[in-house]
């Protein structure tokens, strides 16, 4: 197929990235935006030889399923990939998507329960970080055109709280005022890379973080006098990121006004969050994921629990109160001391936590001979590592409780844990990223053999 040519497809598949998948004259087809059981008239816009992306042209026929996305622009971007499937069958895309792993790995007896959706299909993020540049002459935030750099222009970003997008649309008139240069990619000047903001929903209380090139510039002081002025912000960092890049953020924040974190609340625990410490993105639907986490871990009073992959302690800290000692690992050094202070707050005087890699921590409590009875591991998208199960296994956990942002890994790491002596019969898809393809879920590995 060339580039442009025009093809009819039949697609019958949805990939993990939620692209339509087709077959034409035995050669795969990804079509952007295209839903199983429709037939379209595609554009190549690229061909792999073994496969080829393409964009529709023309819906010839239409899946039942399909709802109309409010704006082309997040289809360009792809910044809600999944906002063109009915919210129930996403749902359902997300549980398939588990159990086809799952059976990859010939794991077909463990069950996939229905995901659990989110209380918000829109407008459910707590963080928004969106980048800034300059399009036809005027300072703009939006997102980026899918495989580029080009900026979309945006002022209703779907997902966000729309408090976040009210405060971002503020920023972004005071930067265009005050006439300050938005961050130019190709010549690595200008100032203005990417604006961050974050709000507290149980508080109301937002943070707006600059991500620029440099630590200060004309004009940033009278930028931050009126950032102050807008109502729900209570605090302003600037994130100095001077390097040629993609990564959104720098490694220093300075403090420009304000508190020097929000407040928000999980369940009745207060937690303070500093800008570079992860917090969960969905907030109505986190207590849920804790919760089913926790329920299903079976502590007792008697218990040491681990808390891997802890960020702000929030999982530890929301068990604490039903076990013995909490020891939390965390890679990020603010988002320990967050972690502690969070402890602190919510007099919380049984949970300590450690900074370092999971995976060289845990090796070093198993050979100190450190016994766990319940290990919580709540991994990036890469997963676990094989010192870390191999560590956490020795110390002797009943359970192990996985919390997955990613279902291949989980699979990968499960099978790992199978191999030494764990089992479970179920993984609890929970759907903390609607209108995108993300699968999040909850999966208790129980201890059989007792060697
Ligand atoms: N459990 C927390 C955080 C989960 S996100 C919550 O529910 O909010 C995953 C966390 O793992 C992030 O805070 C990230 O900084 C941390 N992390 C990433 N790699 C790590 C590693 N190798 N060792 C320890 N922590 C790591």
């Known amino acids: 197929m060339k580039k442009n040519e025009i093809v009819e497809v039949e697609i019958t598949d949805l990939s993990y990235e939620a692209m339509g998948v087709g077959h034409v004259n ?44 409010p704006l082309r622009q997040y289809v360009q971007t792809g910044l809600t990939s999944l906002a063109h499937l009915k919210y129930d069958k996403q749902l359902e895309f997300k549980q398939k998507q588990v159990k086809e792993l799952l059976s990859k790995a010939h794991l077909d007896q463990i069950k996939v329960a229905e995901t659990l959706p989110s209380p918000l299909e829109t407008g459910y993020r707590n963080k928004a970080q969106v980048p800034v540049r300059m399009v036809k002459g005027q300072l703009e935030i939006g997102f980026f055109r899918r495989h580029s750099h080009d900026l979309v222009p945006l002022e209703d970003f779907f997902t966000n709280d729309p408090e976040i997008d009210r405060v971002l649309l503020a920023v972004r008139d005071i930067l265009r005022e005050k ?115 926790i329920d299903q871990a079976g502590l007792t009073k008697d218990d040491l629990i681990v808390d891997a992959y802890s960020g702000i302690g929030t999982i530890g ?67 676990l590592t094989k010192e870390f199960i191999d560590a956490a296994v020795k110390t002797g956990p009943k359970k192990v409780v996985y919390i997955s942002c990613n279902p291949a890994t989980l699979v990968r790491d499960m099978q790992l844990l199978m191999e030494a002596g764990y089992t479970t019969d179920l993984v609890s898809p929970v759907d903390m990223f609607p209108q995108t393809p993300h699968v999040e879920s909850v999966t208790v590995l129980e201890r059989t053999q007792i060697d």
């Open 317 to 383: 800290l929301s068990a604490a109160k039903d076990v013995k000692e909490v020891r939390g690992v965390e890679v990020v050094k603010a988002a320990v001391k967050d972690a502690k202070n969070n402890a602190r707050l919510n007099q919380i005087h049984n949970a300590k936590y450690y900074a370092g890699k999971a995976e060289e921590l845990m090796p070093k409590w198993a050979a100190e001979g450190l016994k766990t009875d319940v290990i919580f591991v709540d991994p990036p998208r890469k997963g």
């Open 26 to 69: 035995g050669e795969t087809v990804f079509v952007n935006n295209a839903l199983p059981g429709e037939v379209v008239k595609a554009q190549i816009l690229k061909d792999k030889k073994s496969y080829a992306f393409a964009r529709i042209s023309e819906i010839v026929k239409e899946s039942p399923d399909r709802v109309k996305v």
């Open 179 to 293: 006439r300050i240069p938005a961050y130019d990619e190709e010549k690595h000047q200008g100032q203005v890379r990417y604006l961050e903001v974050r709000r507290g929903t149980a508080t109301g209380d937002m943070m707006v973080v600059l991500v620029c090139l440099d630590r200060d510039f004309p004009g940033l002081h009278s930028v931050v006098d009126e950032i102050k002025e807008i109502a729900g912000v209570k605090s302003i960092f600037l994130n100095h990121n001077s390097k040629r890049t993609n990564v959104i953020l720098g490694e220093h924040d300075y403090h420009l006004w304000g508190k020097r974190y929000i407040d928000d609340k999980i369940g009745d625990l207060t937690f303070e969050i500093s800008p570079q410490s992860f917090f969960q993105i969905n907030s109505l639907q986190t207590p849920r994921l804790y919760k089913l986490a």
